[in-house]
């Protein structure tokens, strides 16, 4: 069983736009109080249904908002808490470690965000950076066309590949995660 902060899965389905589902058993022991586990299969009105398995269970809205539930019914409603998402300066240089490196002092490089014509200038088969979810940069690769719109010129797709099996797609919405190697 993997455990999660509420705080954590409010922040993940608020930026994939899904409503999670997560349980919390009758006897567990030595764990905080806002852990829970994390049902991924399961769907909102069937995971309401089936309450004799759980005592405490959460569902998590798209906006945020978490509906907390006993065995009696509804017990609380969390509000999602204000997120300020920061535009990053494309000047701004920063310092990040080199993501996959174990050494005990891992190599640290200056990087800068891209901008909006450097990421339209992509072709495939072009190596970019990125800036991963722990926080180091890693290098990907971009393995399809670039995509634009003519209706909205302020959106766009970039698939990429990273590693042998994991591929992901870059929105309008991850562009402040693009990076330019500096040294």
């Not at 014509?117 to 290098?139: C, M, P, Y």
């Not at 302020?154 to 309008?172: D, H, N």
Request: net charge positive; hydrophobic share 35%; with cysteine.
């Amino acid at each position: 069983m993997n455990w999660y902060k509420l705080v954590e899965l409010q922040k993940i389905a608020v930026a994939r736009q899904m409503i999670i589902c997560v349980w919390r058993p009758t006897d567990v022991q030595g764990i905080e109080e806002d852990m829970y586990v994390w049902d991924k299969c399961a769907k909102k009105e069937e995971f309401l249904e089936n309450k004799s398995k759980h005592s405490t269970q959460a569902v998590i809205e798209k906006d945020g908002t978490i509906h907390v539930f006993n065995q009696n019914g509804i017990d609380s409603i969390i509000l999602p808490q204000p997120v300020e998402k920061t535009k990053s300066n494309p000047q701004e240089t920063f310092e990040l470690v080199t993501g996959g490196d174990r050494r005990k002092n891992p190599e640290k490089a200056m990087y800068r965000s891209m901008t909006f014509d450097e990421v339209k200038t992509l072709h495939i088969g072009s190596h970019i950076w990125f800036k991963a979810n722990d926080g180091t940069a890693r290098q990907i690769k971009v393995n399809g066309q670039i995509r634009l719109w003519k209706r909205d010129p302020e959106r766009i797709e970039i698939p990429c590949k990273y590693g042998l099996y994991e591929c992901f797609t870059f929105t309008k919405h991850d562009l402040d995660r693009l990076l330019i190697r500096l040294n």
